[in-house]
């Protein structure tokens, strides 16, 4: 069946570059998505990938995507206090299917 | 503004008690959907509707209803068969088939069961 698998917690300190990772099943996923979770708040898209991308670059956002291993991931550049949100790797064009969303954790 | 109005934002009910959400958009979409939100176990889909008039059960749909009689409104029902209703619940809407397939979330709903 379908599955987004994503890491928990991530801990970094402000000004370093986060990387959060994700990794899918479904192959015939047209978009892969990446949407940010303020607390208390819904969801938002950060950005997203088309299938046929390996990479997506978007200011401090870089997307990477390697379909041979279903293998998703988002860098944040300089990250700030104002990014420690929840993030959510998704796959799936018209129900999405969403990971368990990774806590961005940023310290001074 | 378009976009898409949960109501309310926080509610509290004593067991054995319906309570229904709120879920309103404005932004012409076909597609509406309803997640459950708890801790560390991401979103969960309970109901989802291409069409008005029509909807489909998700993985978790047992103890809840819902209805689409009109294309801007899709509220959802916790009825008193639902075992653990206390959690986050957060409704969406897209273009359905059309466009990149992004969803657009409301501001979500906190459901306390007393």
């Known amino acids: 069946g379908e599955d987004v698998e994503q890491s928990l917690f991530l801990s970094v300190r402000e000004g370093d570059s986060s990387v959060i990772n994700c990794t899918y099943t479904?192959?015939?996923?047209?978009?892969l998505y990446w949407y940010k979770q303020e607390p208390g708040a819904g969801l938002q898209l950060l950005t997203y990938?088309?299938?046929?991308?390996d990479m997506k670059q978007d200011q401090r956002l870089t997307v990477l995507l390697n379909k041979k291993d279903k293998h998703l991931s988002l860098r944040i550049a300089d990250t700030q206090t104002g990014d420690s949100a929840i993030y959510f790797c998704?796959?799936?064009?018209?129900?999405?299917?969403f990971g368990r969303g990774t806590s961005l954790i940023v310290h001074p | 503004d378009g976009g898409i109005t949960q109501s309310p934002k926080y509610l509290f009910r004593k067991e054995g008690q319906n309570v229904t959400l709120s879920c309103e958009q404005n932004?012409?979409?076909?597609?509406m959907y309803w997640y459950r939100q708890d801790p560390g176990q991401g979103l969960r889909l309970i109901y989802y509707?291409?069409?008005?008039?029509?909807?489909q059960k998700g993985d978790i749909a047992e103890g809840y209803s819902v209805s689409r009689e009109k294309k801007e409104s899709f509220p959802l029902t916790v009825t008193s068969a639902q075992k653990n209703p206390t959690a986050f619940y957060l409704c969406a809407s897209s273009m359905g088939g059309k466009g990149t397939g992004e969803l657009f979330f409301g501001e979500g709903s906190r459901l306390t069961v007393l």
């Open positions: 509707s291409q069409i008005v008039n029509d909807f």
């Open positions: 998704a796959e799936g064009s018209y129900i999405p299917t």
């Open positions: 479904d192959s015939s996923s047209t978009y």
């Open positions: 932004l012409n979409h076909d597609a």
């Open positions: 990938i088309f299938s046929n991308m």
